[in-house]
């Protein structure tokens, strides 16, 4: 146990510290090399640095390297491939644009290396009544995993720190659930992405001074999916998730078709007080944004903090779930 | 600010995934063709499989009329 408590602690600090360290030399890297973007939401559009994902990987990279050295198991190496092949398909993406279909399909070559090592088990827990063993099926579900907690993710990066702060908390709920299953490996491994993310946070909050872009989203959504794959938390890491998964469900129901989000019309739109409200457009898609500026404008960081209470209610389910995982009926 | 019916939407999304999961478990897991019908192990598991997945096809039909019931009013503006 003690062993446990000192990787955590180690592990975190190395997260943390590698992300909140290296993203400010990122920034003056990145614009330096005038590879930066327009936040279209800011009073004179002031030009952001992007993509940070660079220093999200190594952060996550570094730390679940420190978990490594403590347990060296197949788990960790098997998140470790995932995230860095994730950040491979981001970068591509955020250096060319590509096509609404290049995401999913290239991350589902990121989930080989979990089934390639056998970091995983076939069996489907679901709370209060037990679980299914479904070992053709579960490589379908591998496959599949990876690409919707990416697009997922990358799909919530609308607005300044959405993305980072959001899956910092659903990476502590995930790591809460996974203490409580006893699963003290891979929860430390949750808490890496959790400490990396909330470090990351720091200059993604609004005002931004840095966009994760596509590599970040996808090292974000893409580790977390492995994470829950590894754990055998897959609905425990859905339910922590569910704010951006009805962001999907919404998006994907009124769209009905999978696009790159560069090609679709903007579900809010700019007043003059720099606050967001909901278009008026019948044919731009319904994100969660959108409806919660429905009622009433709001500013940019007044929607972030109703998406991240929103997080922490979602979380709070997942905990509670984790605590269900031990009951039968 | 319509935040009540999101959280009203994740509660109704987390109830269906643990009735999905109840259902999948207790009445899908359990099925077995084998030895009554005598059929393949392997056409029993797709049989199966084919159940689950019209399971999803039901779990998201009765998620985008959920939506409709608690956004009625958001989706309409």
């Given at each position: 146990?003690?062993?446990q ?9 190395v997260?943390?510290f590698?992300v ?10 990145l614009?330096?090399r ?7 939401n800011?009073?004179?559009g002031a030009?952001i640095a992007?993509p ?8 996550v990279i ?6 490594y050295?403590f347990f ?6 098997a998140i470790?491939i995932?995230?860095s092949?994730?950040?491979c398909v981001?970068i591509?993406?955020d250096?060319?644009?590509m ?6 399909v290239?991350?589902v070559?990121c989930?080989?290396?979990?089934l390639l090592?056998?970091?995983y ?6 709370p ?7 070992p053709?099926?579960?490589?379908g579900?591998?496959i599949?995993m990876?690409?919707?907690?990416g ?5 919530i990066?609308?607005l300044?720190g959405?993305?980072?702060g959001?899956t910092s908390?659903a990476?502590?709920a995930l790591?809460?659930a ?7 490996e891979?929860a ?13 946070y ?5 005002p931004?001074?840095?966009f ?7 090292v974000?959504g893409a ?5 829950a794959?590894?754990?055998?938390v897959?609905?425990i ?6 704010p951006a ?7 994907l129901s009124s ?5 790159e ?11 003059d007080?720099?606050?967001?409200g909901a278009?008026?457009?019948k ?6 944004v959108r409806?919660i500026?429905?009622?009433?404008p ?8 109703v ?6 209610f979602?979380g709070?389910f997942a ?6 995982m031990g009951?039968?009926i | 600010?319509?935040a009540?019916?999101v959280?009203a ?7 269906l995934i ?13 099925l077995?063709?084998v030895g009554?019908?005598?059929l393949d192990?392997?056409l ?7 159940i ?5 096809v039901?779990?998201?039909?009765i998620?985008s009329k959920v939506?409709n019931?608690?956004?009625q009013k958001q989706?309409k503006?």
């Open positions: 146990m003690e062993n408590i000192v990787a955590a602690v180690l592990v975190s600090i997260a943390f590698t909140f360290t290296i993203t400010p030399f990122l920034i003056k890297f614009e330096k005038n590879l930066v973007v327009k936040d279209y800011r009073k004179g030009m992007r940070g994902g660079i220093s999200i990987i190594i952060g570094a730390s679940e390297l420190v978990l050295a060296p198991s197949i788990h960790i190496l470790v995932t995230s092949l994730a950040f981001g591509v993406d250096r060319r644009v096509g609404g279909w290049f995401k999913p290239a991350l070559f989930a080989i290396p979990i090592l056998g970091a088990d076939p069996g489907l827990a679901f209060l009544f037990g679980s299914v063993n479904i053709v099926l579960y490589i579900l591998v599949f990876i690409p919707i907690t697009n997922t993710i990358n799909s990066d609308v300044n959405i993305a980072s959001f908390i990476s502590f790591s809460a996974l203490f409580v299953m006893q699963n003290y891979i430390i491994a949750s808490l890496a992405l959790g400490f990396a993310s909330l470090a990351f720091k200059y993604h909050k609004f931004s001074r840095i994760p872009g596509d590599s970040g989203a996808l974000f580790t977390y999916g492995a994470i794959i590894v754990g055998s897959e609905v890491a859905a339910v922590a998730l569910l998964i009805i962001n999907s469900f919404l998006f769209v009905k078709k999978i696009v989000h560069r090609q679709i019309k903007n579900p809010t739109f700019l007043l007080d720099y606050k967001l278009t008026p457009d044919d731009a898609p319904i994100t969660i409806l500026v429905a009622g009433k709001l500013t940019e960081k007044e929607i972030g903090f998406i991240f209470r929103l997080a922490i979602s709070a905990v509670i779930t984790a605590f269900l009951v039968r | 600010m319509i009540g019916p959280y939407f994740v509660f109704a999304m987390w109830l643990l009735v999905g999961g109840g259902l999948i478990v207790t009445i899908v897991g359990p077995s063709f009554s019908y005598g192990p392997t029993n598991s797709g049989i199966k499989v084919g689950a997945l019209l399971l999803v039901a779990w998201i039909f998620l939506k019931w608690v956004f989706l503006s």
